[in-house]
């Protein structure tokens, strides 16, 4: 892992995989890190470069100082990181959750720099239904910490299903809680204040690349129902549904790259 310091912010980033082959920027989740997209690196690295980061505030990247973030900034963070690494040409990007809005939201400003889009669980926006929720929990997270939020907040992230089974679910989910907990608190209030002023929508329809986007069935912050209406404004599109839930990457990653790969390979 390397650091480097671009637009305001010091950033825990890896570029690795295979030589000359091209890049996917991976942009993780709310509470995630560089290493929520561990289990997907085989499977990607066969055909691309991976370019993954922690975004600010999170991992092992600078953490911010006041009471909110601002999407420019986390957009603008990847046209620097690209910028510092000499990464001129189109990237593929996949995002999950909130990252699936980072990327959206890069792809749709900065179009000439991606070539294909994978988006899972699509966020533009607060959800309505959970809008309250989110505000409260920025508030008891600075009061209280990540340790006292970590059951209520995954038990509606993370099904009970996908936590047990006999191919390694309960330590993923475990590895996953334990990073989740390791998070910092004002940082993850931070990004949940932005995420109650974000509104992306309209911008889905400047977003050139053709575009993967996935709904997954066990997502009930991201009703499948709810992320296939953006696919009517996405001009190059394909909607999928995915046996998955809001953190389809960390928590189902051969599924994930079963879809992603072909995707950004053409396929």
């Not at 620097?80 to 593929?92: K, Q, R, S, T, Y």
């Not at 909607?239 to 389809?248: G, I, L, N, Q």
Request: hydrophobic letters at 45%; proline letters at 5%.
């Amino acid at each position: 892992m390397e650091w480097m310091d671009v637009n305001g912010a010091c950033l825990r980033y890896e570029l690795a995989g295979k030589a000359g082959a091209p890049i996917v920027v991976l942009i993780h989740e709310i509470g995630g890190c560089i290493e929520s997209w561990d289990e997907t690196l085989p499977a990607l690295r066969r055909e691309f470069r991976t370019l993954r980061y922690d975004q600010r505030g999170f991992g092992l990247s600078e953490k911010v100082s006041g009471p909110s973030m601002a999407l420019d900034d986390l957009v603008n963070d990847i046209v620097a990181m690209l910028d510092a690494l000499a990464i001129h040409e189109p990237v593929h990007v996949a995002g999950s959750a909130l990252g699936s809005g980072i990327a959206a939201a890069f792809a749709a400003r900065h179009p000439a720099r991606v070539a294909r889009l994978v988006v899972q669980s699509l966020v533009v926006g607060a959800n309505p239904a959970t809008r309250d929720h989110m505000f409260a929990r920025a508030s008891e997270v600075e009061r209280t910490g990540m340790r006292a939020q970590a059951k209520a907040s995954l038990d509606r992230s993370y099904p009970l299903h996908l936590r047990s089974g006999n191919n390694g679910e309960a330590a993923r989910f475990e590895r996953y809680r334990a990073r989740w907990i390791g998070n910092d608190p004002q940082s993850f209030a931070a990004i949940n204040r932005m995420l109650l002023d974000m509104n992306i929508e309209g911008e889905l329809g400047n977003i050139k690349a053709p575009t993967l986007l996935i709904g997954c069935r066990h997502d009930v912050l991201r009703a499948p129902a709810l992320v296939r209406t953006y696919a009517d404004k996405i001009p190059d599109v394909r909607y999928v549904e995915a046996d998955s839930a809001h953190f389809m990457h960390a928590q189902t990653p051969d599924l994930f790259t079963r879809l992603a790969v072909p995707f950004l390979l053409g396929k």
